[in-house]
């Protein structure tokens, strides 16, 4: 089973969480989107081996961007409630290594997009399809 079919719901919440940063800052662009989510990568990469994640420099929308994304990813794995609803808690909890393998999948797709359309193509284009 491929990635996208094994946890596209995880895939829909990280980049719906991408997309709604962006409705509130349209001047967001796709090299943050890829920078914000590479220092993410690296800190759940160092995590995973037990080691001391770098330190992040992120700008402010970046900073946004990253606390939005990374809450989606905590409540996937199951360290963070979203609500007091348990309707809206994860039928099933997602490895940290599922949670990476997202993670570059996104990363990777922003910067096809980027390359096809520009600053915001990849905000444009999964704008279209979540949020």
């Known amino acids: 089973m491929s990635l996208v079919d094994a946890h596209m719901d995880v895939l829909q919440n990280i980049e ?3 997309v709604d ?3 509130e800052r349209p001047l ?14 690296g800190l759940y990469r160092a995590e ?3 080691h001391t994640p770098k330190a992040i420099s992120l700008d ?8 939005r994304v990374k809450m989606v990813c ?5 360290r963070r409630n979203l609500s007091d ?3 809206m808690e994860p039928d099933h909890f997602t490895k940290l ?8 999948k996104i990363r990777r797709s922003a910067e096809k997009w980027n390359a096809r359309g520009g600053p915001q193509g990849y905000l444009r284009f999964v704008s279209q399809y979540v949020g």
Request: aromatic share 8%; glycine share 6%; net charge negative.
């Open 16 to 18: 719906f969480a991408i």
């Open 28 to 41: 967001l662009v796709d090299y943050s989107v890829m920078g914000t989510l590479d220092a993410l990568i």
């Open 60 to 67: 402010k929308d970046e900073a946004e961007l990253l606390d």
């Open 97 to 104: 290594d599922d949670i990476l393998s997202c993670l570059r």
């Open 48 to 50: 995973s081996r037990g």
């Open 74 to 78: 905590e409540w996937r794995i199951g």
């Open 85 to 87: 609803d348990p309707i």
């Open 21 to 23: 940063v962006y409705h």
